[in-house]
């Protein structure tokens, strides 16, 4: 979809011109929306692997059991569906 800028000069009327305005601003909080859902997660992802850091730092069987246990609960998981 393109927009077409604010200030272009065209024969539309108020209210084709309140409709144009509505869609773009629609369009503005989808993108919006979408782009804090990517913050948001990429700030729990980052926030998830420092905390498996300093959890499991220098404990090597306690990070390899939690990773064997992630493993089967979505090996389970998918059985299940």
């Known amino acids: 979809m393109q927009l077409n ?8 009327t108020l209210k ?3 409709s144009k305005g509505f869609t773009k ?3 503005l909080s989808i993108l919006v929306r979408v782009l804090g ?5 990429y ?4 926030r998830q692997a ?3 850091a ?5 404990k090597q069987a306690a990070f390899s059991a939690e990773l064997a246990a992630t493993d089967a609960l979505k ?3 998918t059985k299940k569906i």
């Open 25 to 27: 601003l629609i369009w």
């Open 75 to 77: 090996k389970s998981k």
């Open 37 to 41: 859902y990517c913050i948001k997660n």
């Open 5 to 12: 800028p604010w200030n272009m000069a065209d024969n539309s």
């Open 54 to 58: 300093t959890t499991f730092a220098g």
């Open 16 to 18: 084709q011109l309140l």
């Open 43 to 46: 700030y729990l992802i980052s």
């Open 50 to 52: 420092v905390k498996r």
